[in-house]
């Protein structure tokens, strides 16, 4: 079978939607680290329609990470399939994406960012990418940080973290006379943007603080919310889309239909159009963040970890649980909405209802495992902030603190049967899983929260409820 590349594009079939734009004019003007699933899926597509009407938004990728995405894409001359799965799927070839480079080409990496035609550098390098602690500042004792602040003593220094690369390339940038750069966080935390400036600022103060006060004046860090449900590429996958274009494709992409990208209006130069691929531009992004984190998030990770513990594999099996989807759907309505002050416009519990179908379509095999990974990054910004503000409003926390029981135990199942856990904290998380109350001490993790009787007591009840196998802990409260 032939394999997708720039000379196939005019064999695919009428039925799939490929770039109508010539490829060949198109100039880099993005560098996006983290070209995962997430980014393939929801930015990259919208920076393909975008690119019909101006050439000047290319992407570059870079993997620091593996070399996985680089070996599938750059034969394929960038390309790949985006399926967007509903009642009935369909397929468009997206063309964004120019070349991914890999840290083993440490030079390309610095000569994309130096360079005068890049004016965005984004990011979905998963939350742990940013190397934060708990309260969201740099983590300087982070391994990848340590040696960036050690290789930074050199002048050709080439960094580890992503942190790391932004401050070397407005190094560059300042060196070089080149304009500032916008950068764009695309990942699940909250007030991304922000953090993220605050952490570069930090590195950079400790490297080069001239480089530090360039960024401070030329760089802009907008806040931005993206929610598209992008389950992992499976062989069932390249299947389907195999059959469906014709031609093989390494490493195709599926998600859903629905797609939402809000972005802060803070550019440092010019801002693409990308209100043409549907984006929206507004002065806050927070209650978008806010809302979706809390109730989208918090729902998912909740109904991962009480799911797996139900012996359930996938989101929508999950939803097919009357009485864990009922849960999810109170938890949702009674216990998190009232901590969402909702986007002017955004009727919540309509929000919420569209969100529980999202959950439900069946046409999506979305794994709970894959939700499951990264709990002790992902929790403090779904459940643990609205726990948090729960307790500052007097409201009961029994239900919030149901899920990180449900947390707890899937630790604890994971030491006692020698399974690892997809986690950077997976080495204390695991050594102390089997004394719950030793997990919760962690700082890292709970903040000042794991002291606060009030939850801890909560998280009690939560445990003694899944051990019965109970879900609504009602009578509790
Ligand atoms: C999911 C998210 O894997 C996860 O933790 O909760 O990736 C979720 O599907 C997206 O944020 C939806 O926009």
């Known amino acids: 079978m032939t394999r997708l590349s720039q000379a196939s594009l005019a064999a695919l079939p009428g039925s799939v939607a490929a770039p109508r734009y010539d490829r060949a004019a198109v100039r880099p003007g993005v560098v996006h680290f983290g070209p995962g699933a997430f980014h393939r899926a929801h930015q990259a597509a919208a920076f393909d329609t975008l690119l ?3 050439p ?3 992407l570059t990728g870079v993997s620091l990470h593996s070399r996985g995405v680089a070996d599938a894409l750059n034969p394929q001359d960038g390309l790949y399939t985006l399926a967007r799965l509903d009642a009935e799927t369909d397929y468009r070839v997206i063309g964004a994406i120019g070349r991914v480079l890999t840290r083993e080409d440490p030079a390309a990496i610095l000569a994309a960012l130096v360079h005068a035609d890049t004016r965005i550098v984004s990011a979905t390098v998963t939350e742990k990418g940013y190397c934060l602690a708990a309260e969201g500042t740099l983590d300087f004792t982070s391994p990848a940080i340590a040696a960036d602040l050690e290789a930074a003593r050199s002048a050709d220094w080439m960094p580890s973290s992503f942190t790391g690369w932004l401050v070397r390339g407005f190094q560059g940038r300042r060196l070089a006379g080149l304009p500032g750069v916008t950068v764009l966080c695309c990942d699940n935390l909250s007030d991304n943007g922000r953090k993220l400036e605050a952490a570069t ?6 490297v080069d603080p001239e480089t530090a006060r360039w960024i401070a004046d030329h760089a802009a860090f907008p806040n931005a919310m993206v929610d598209s449900i992008t389950p992992a590429t499976d062989d069932a996958l390249r299947r389907r889309v195999a059959a469906a274009i014709g031609q093989e494709d390494a490493w195709p992409i599926q998600r859903e239909r629905f797609t939402q990208w809000v972005i802060e209006e803070r550019f440092a130069g010019e801002r693409p159009a990308l209100d043409l691929a549907g984006v929206t531009f507004t002065g806050d992004v927070r209650p978008f963040e806010t809302a979706k984190l809390r109730l989208l998030n918090g729902a998912h990770s909740s109904l991962a970890y009480i799911g797996l513990g139900r012996g359930l594999e996938t989101v929508a099996e999950a939803m097919a649980d009357r009485e864990l989807a009922a849960f999810a759907e109170r938890l949702m309505r009674e216990d998190i909405a009232p901590s969402v002050f909702a986007p002017a416009g955004l009727d919540l519990q309509a929000y919420i209802s569209d969100i529980l179908a999202r ?8 794994l709970l495992s894959q939700i499951a990974w990264d709990g002790s990054q992902k929790l403090p910004y779904r459940l643990l902030d609205t726990v948090r503000a729960a307790l500052a409003a007097g409201r009961p926390v029994v239900r919030l603190a ?3 029981a449900a947390w707890l135990r899937f630790l604890a199942a994971a030491a006692r049967e020698g399974r690892p856990i997809t986690d950077p ?53």
Not at 438 to 465: I, N, Q, S, T, Y
């Open 52 to 54: 019909a009407q101006d």
């Open 56 to 58: 000047r938004w290319g």
């Open 201 to 206: 600022l930090a590195l950079a103060e400790a």
């Open 359 to 366: 959950f439900a379509n069946p046409a999506i095999r979305h």
């Open 402 to 404: 149901l899920p990180i």
């Open 425 to 477: 904290l997976s080495g204390p998380l695991l050594q102390r899983a089997e004394d719950w109350r030793a997990v919760l001490a962690m700082r890292e993790v709970f903040g000042e929260l794991g002291a606060d009787p009030r939850f801890v007591g909560a998280v009690e009840a939560g445990l003694a409820g899944l051990a019965a196998g109970r879900l609504d802990p009602a009578c509790v409260h």
